[in-house]
């Protein structure tokens, strides 16, 4: 039976794109019963088994293992989330994508930081082309991979477009801060809207939403729909936060008491990197923001 890939999922059926290069159709497929029975529902970016039915359509058999799951955006086997912060227009907000940045690790994905609109930094803003470089080294520290990147004149795009290569991807971040110009930017065949022209329309791009796969000329995929829309943290314990701020990790290891919040018990060992500056005060600060936003919503629901 057929391999392929789902790119789109809607009013009930399933576009699914076979792995067999030489059939570039996209094929039309209801799922198979039996999945609804199981409670199983196929997911946009699922590899699926699926036969060719009479009709020219085809029926969704099996869904192969997946290695990540998404629920906003409903997404299989997506393994980079892309997270586009701009250094101006809007000015960037690092407790916002420390907000990411937790979402990602706790949904098991790698994270790949977009400081974009480079071109917007000159010579009046030392400030700002200064904070950017601590960013970017800040995060690389942590573990993540950054990319300064301009979309006017092209700087980094090659090698954001190049990490896309074969993977699955999520593009996140707030309204405006250039990912369709991005998209454009690496691969010009794709001519996304961007917003300048949704406003004048008088709606958002993405108003309207099903959830599909835009294929990349280079064998990768990108979700066409904002990643992790919904950023609360409902679905996470508020004994997981700390785990999802890598640089805590290990270090929380060597706390004094098991089940440490990192917050007033003495002997904290993260507290202690805070204090020798080998944990960044700012991360430290959203850590704890987090923390009692999350106290907040248990107490309210
Ligand atoms: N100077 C400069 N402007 C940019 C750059 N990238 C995007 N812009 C501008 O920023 C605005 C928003 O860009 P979009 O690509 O539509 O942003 P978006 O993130 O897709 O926004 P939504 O569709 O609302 O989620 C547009 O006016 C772009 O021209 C850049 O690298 N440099
Ligand atoms: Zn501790």
Known sequence: MPEGLIVKALSGYYYVKPADPALDEIIQCRGRGIFKKKGISPLVGDRVIYSPTENGEG???EILP???????PPIANARLAVLLFSLKEPDLNLQLLDKFLVHIEHEGLQALICLTK???????NEDIASITEQAAR???????E?????SLTGKGTEAVKSRLAGEISVLSGQSGVGKSTLLNAMFPGLSLETSEISTKLGRGRHTTRHVELIELENGGYVADTPGFSQLDFLELGIEEL?????????LSEGCKFRGCT?????????????????????????????????KDKKRRY
């Open 59 to 61: 029926m969704v058999d």
């Open 66 to 72: 997946r290695i990540t799951e998404l629920i906003r």
């Open 118 to 124: 480079e071109d917007l930094l000159d010579a009046e």
């Open 138 to 144: 800040l995060y690389e520290q942590i573990g993540y």
């Open 146 to 150: 950054v990319f300064i990147t301009s």
């Open 242 to 250: 700390s785990t999802c701020f890598r640089e805590f990790r290990e």
């Open 262 to 294: 990192h917050l007033h018990e003495p002997g904290c060992k993260v507290r202690e990197a805070v204090d020798d500056g080998a944990i960044a005060a700012g991360r430290y600060e959203h850590y704890v923001q987090f923390y009692e936003e999350m």
